[in-house]
């Protein structure tokens, strides 16, 4: 079926009763609602199936991504005018499998900028679910502020019978316009449950409670209609970290190697061979390596490619387990999964390649 403007059109009218899309309400001005005392939230729209729409509304396997703007979603639910005084901003209009650095470092940017307005209280970012665990953490790394940050997404389609979006979007304004929310980190809100952005990842490729921060938990909860916290992050994040966004145009290129049975380091020779100035092997178990794998890495450490050791097991952390690795300068990624310990080497990279300071960041992140 294809998405032409008259179909998607037909799809807004006649799931405007029981979806996402309500007849369209300008967003409310920012200036106007201001004398009401209500907190200030940017909402910047980067799309995902939170803004997805389907052939018909009993379809939530296949749509397109990123179909509605930002002012359609926020119409679709008005309720969010009595939380905050909202103001929507279309960053990017994408499905998140096709995420890049460089909307990320617009993302960053836009946000550092919007946080030092004494006037903007928090920020909400639409966003798609199969890398809004990565953008979360990356911006995690990079925001500069204590004001809430908090991605949202949804697992059906705006289109859908129960989309599970608005909801989640007024709960991601409840969240960036709340004082607990402040200090915490990039917050993930879906499904009524609060996750930090370092532990939180996509654990289900379809059911709409995917996101779970495996064996670390929640963070909170939105209990009736309010967030409550009950832990945070003792890892640095936001203000505290060293990294910065300012002057960076692009991110050095770190590849995540997938280990198997077989394996036999000719990715790794590949990635090398690809230019990448860092490495992720996503390894067995705690980090383990395969024997014919081993040699290819421990050659691109010796160049100056750092290596760092995570894991495609789901739980627990890498941690030192053999003298060889650490010889060979292999970093251990700790907690973070392979796609989080390409964000945290990338940035690291933007200040050393030596395997020391980087093992101490990935302690410290
Ligand atoms: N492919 C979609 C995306 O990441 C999935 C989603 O949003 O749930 O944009």
Redesign the pocket.
Known sequence: MKFTKTLIAELLISASVIGFVLPAVAAEPMVQTQQQEKPNVVILA?????A?AAADKTNTTTYK??ALGIDTLLAAVPEIHDVANVKGEQVAQ??????TTEIWLKLAKRINELLKNPDVDGIVIT??????EETAYFLNLVTKSDKPVILV???RPATAISADGPLNLLNAVKLASDKDAKGKGVLIVLNDTINGARDAT?TNTLRVD?FQSPELGYLGYMEGGKPVFYKQTTRKHTNETEFDVTDLNDLPRVDIIYSHVDDDGKMAEAAVAAGAKGIVHAGTGNGSIHGRTAPALYEASKKGIPVVRSSHASNGPTIENSAAYTENGLIDSGTLNPQKARILLQLGLTKTNDPAKLSEMFKKY
Request: no cysteine; proline share 0%.
């Open positions: 980067t799309g995902g199936t939170i997805g991504a990123g994408i499905s998140s499998n096709s995420m966003h798609g679910t199969d890398t809004l997404g949804a697992m996509k995917t």
